[in-house]
């Protein structure tokens, strides 16, 4: 199974700070990297698609880009309400694989 | 509305069975692929099963295989996990997912809406 490694696991950043979060697949899969939200006791929600692409009515301040094996995901200004727990996951090689998660708070 | 409304979780002694259901509506799951994901406490995502669109192919985690089963029933747009000899480390919520795309054939790729989980704990 293709691993998908994340980081950091964790950060903290005050409100209006740019967030970037790293994903590093142990393989190849081009563009087929997701990234998805998680806010505690709901279920994931899908923000950025194919790497890049943004899920409709996802705020423009979340975006994503990469390629291959190395993949980033930026929130350009911070929001309250963007504490989650982000995870990417990979769809080129089956079965699907997701990371283990940054878990994001304010300072 | 897309809405997944996922059911039948709950308590279980090590070796016993459940079965969950997940009723989607706002769609119909004979054109997308679906998926079940779980979540042990405090712990990441792990993908569980999917179904392909067309149902020709189900797919299973190697820690599944031979003892969960996918399945659907279109007249009533419901998708199920008949989970059998149960294991401590099964424990975890149960959340169903729809594919992005309505493409037919092959594994889940994409989830846009997931439900909001059932827990499944197995525990003598």
Not at chain 1, 26 to 54: E, T
Not at chain 2, 71 to 100: G, H, P, Q
Request: with cysteine; charged share 20%.
């Amino acid at each position: 199974d293709i691993q998908m490694t994340q980081s950091p696991s964790s950060l903290s950043a005050s409100v209006g700070d740019g967030v970037t979060i790293t994903c590093q697949a142990s393989q190849d899969i081009s563009k087929f990297l997701n990234w998805y939200q998680q806010k505690p006791g709901k279920a994931p929600k899908l923000l950025i698609y194919d790497a890049s692409n943004l899920e409709t009515g996802v705020p423009a301040r979340f975006s994503g880009r990469g390629s291959g094996t190395r993949f980033t995901f930026t929130i350009s200004s911070l929001q309250s309400e963007d504490i989650a727990t982000y995870y990417c996951q990979q769809y080129d090689h089956f079965p699907m694989t997701f990371g283990g998660g940054t878990k994001v708070e304010i300072k | 509305e897309v809405q997944l409304v996922e059911s039948g979780g709950g308590l279980v002694q090590p070796g016993g069975s459940l079965r969950l259901s997940c009723a989607a509506s706002g769609f119909s799951i004979s054109n997308y692929a679906m998926t079940w994901v779980r979540q042990a406490p405090g712990k990441g995502l792990e993908w569980v099963s999917g179904i392909s669109g067309s149902a020709d192919d189900t797919y299973y985690a190697e820690s599944v295989k031979g003892r969960f089963s996918i399945s659907r029933d279109i007249s009533d747009n419901t998708l199920f996990l008949e989970m059998n000899t149960l294991r401590a480390e099964d424990t975890a919520i149960y959340y169903c997912a729809k594919d992005r795309d309505d493409i037919l054939t092959g594994p889940p790729q994409t989830l846009d809406y997931w439900g909001q989980g059932t827990l499944v704990t197995v525990s003598s």
